[in-house]
């Protein structure tokens, strides 16, 4: 006879293994992202961080990363912390599962912050920053959010509050954690040349493939429903004798992610229009992946309206985000991702008490307040030290003939594109002048 807690356990193995590959796929979903949307003579380094953030970060968050988010929820609750059990994960087969969907998490939050330093920063510093959040930045937040830590019902915080924070697969614990490295990133390592003219005027530079980009958006959406629809690991649990199918809550999940996203690239579409005169792909293609962020750590939690509005809010403040960080904070974020991951998720997460299915409740937005600004702060602090001492060491920024003759030559001696590559008579790639794309509008 079949043992029915059995056959749900290895319903739900099968399904968390399934959509830890579809979680994988966003992987190139992000290259395309990112390639798109920087020039030709940068587009096999941008291809060459995502591999590294995929294969390094694995390494690296298998060997420390798993271990350090269980310290983190340890020591941040009450209660003992055993250093052999944080790290028991290494040598038992039963946990390896269960690691490779907290890695998948793990490696989205780092590959974010390559779209916003993209075209200037050395390989070595991006490498250092991408072990050290592997290793620690985001490891620490997932003790504190998902690993029974600080923020969590069971933590200090949570404790003192009297309810945990919610987040339920990452919108701020990932992608806002993700956004915001990138926009310190992105400040410390300074703009590209010929970002902006001599009075300060933004001079748009704008990538070479729109179609990548658009592509690398739909593999997204694709993924994000491994991300969203899996974090509900429970499809079958047996109760009272009968296998039960969890088709309520996966249903919400999945109706939610699908209208956060649809409704964020209306919104930006329609935003950009009545701003602009013309509705843009590109702030499109964003508003689409805005509004994925900010129902990611809402999904469960609020009504199919709820889910509406948060993507509605996340595709309206896109365009407007990415306009204020870089005209008003002279910020180069090559691919916008503060605006797509950092304010789309911290406004979608906090939210989530306004539209729960449950009711408002003021405790829990006063925990959802309290969980994001201490995300942020851990966040900000800990990129500006790696950041710094990456510049300390191997430097931050690549010198100007490097960046005018593209870091696909000077870091990785290849070339994307090498037919679209002038050459001078000694066959190497001639350098292309600071600043030399027309200016358009932003």
């Not at 994960?89 to 993209?118: C, E, H, K, N, R």
């Not at 490891?139 to 998902?146: L, R």
């Not at 930006?268 to 843009?280: H, M, Q, S």
Request: with cysteine; proline share 4%; hydrophobic share 50%.
């Amino acid at each position: 006879m079949v043992d029915l807690g059995t056959l749900a356990s290895g319903v739900n193995t099968i399904w968390i293994l399934t959509v830890s590959f579809l979680i994988f796929f966003m992987q190139p979903g992000f290259a395309m992202l990112e390639a798109g949307q920087v020039r030709a003579k940068n587009v096999a380094n941008v291809l060459m961080k995502n591999l590294m953030d995929w294969g390094m970060g694995v390494l690296v968050y298998f060997l420390v990363g798993l271990g350090i988010a269980g310290l983190a929820g340890g020591l941040t609750s009450p209660g003992s912390y055993d250093l052999a059990s944080a790290f028991s994960y290494i040598g038992d087969p039963t946990q390896w599962v269960d690691w490779l969907f907290s890695a998948v998490f793990a490696m989205t939050a780092a590959t974010i912050v390559s779209g916003a330093v993209a075209e200037r920063i050395k390989f070595k510093a991006y490498v250092i920053y991408s072990i050290a959040l592997t290793a620690i930045i985001y490891p620490v937040i997932q003790g504190f959010a998902w690993g029974g830590g600080l923020l969590s019902a069971d933590g200090f915080l949570g404790m003192a509050l009297g309810v945990g924070y919610q987040d339920f697969a990452g919108a701020t614990v990932v992608h806002m954690l993700g956004g915001l490295a990138g926009l310190v990133g992105a400040w410390m390592v300074g703009p590209r040349r010929g970002r902006f003219d001599g009075t300060g005027t933004s001079r748009p530079i704008p990538g070479h493939s729109l179609t990548f980009t658009v592509l690398g958006t739909f593999i997204l959406a694709f993924g994000w429903y491994g991300f969203n629809v899996g974090t509900q690991a429970t499809v079958l649990a047996a109760e009272n004798g009968q296998l039960a199918f969890n088709a309520a809550v996966l249903g919400r999940v999945a109706l939610n992610t699908t209208l956060g996203m649809g409704a964020g690239a209306v919104a930006a579409a329609l935003t950009t229009a009545y701003t602009k005169g013309k509705p843009d792909p590109l702030f499109t293609a964003n508003g689409l992946l805005a509004g994925l962020v900010a129902v990611t750590g809402a999904v469960p939690h609020v009504t199919w309206y709820g889910g509406l509005v948060l993507g509605i809010l996340a595709g309206i403040q896109t365009p407007l985000v990415y306009h204020f960080v870089v005209n008003r904070l002279k910020i180069d974020d090559v691919c916008g991702v503060f605006a797509v991951h950092g304010s789309a998720g911290a406004l979608g997460t906090w939210l989530i008490p306004v539209f729960a299915v449950s009711g408002f409740s003021a405790m829990q937005l006063v925990a959802q307040t309290v969980g994001i600004v201490t995300i942020a702060v851990w966040t900000v602090v800990s990129t500006w030290i790696v950041f710094t001492l990456a510049d300390v060491t191997v430097g931050l920024r690549v010198d100007r003939e490097a960046e005018s003759t593209g870091l696909d030559r000077i870091e990785h001696g290849y070339t994307a594109y090498p037919e679209f590559v002038d050459r001078s008579s000694d066959g190497q790639s001639s350098p292309e002048p600071a600043g030399d794309n027309p200016p358009a509008d932003d």
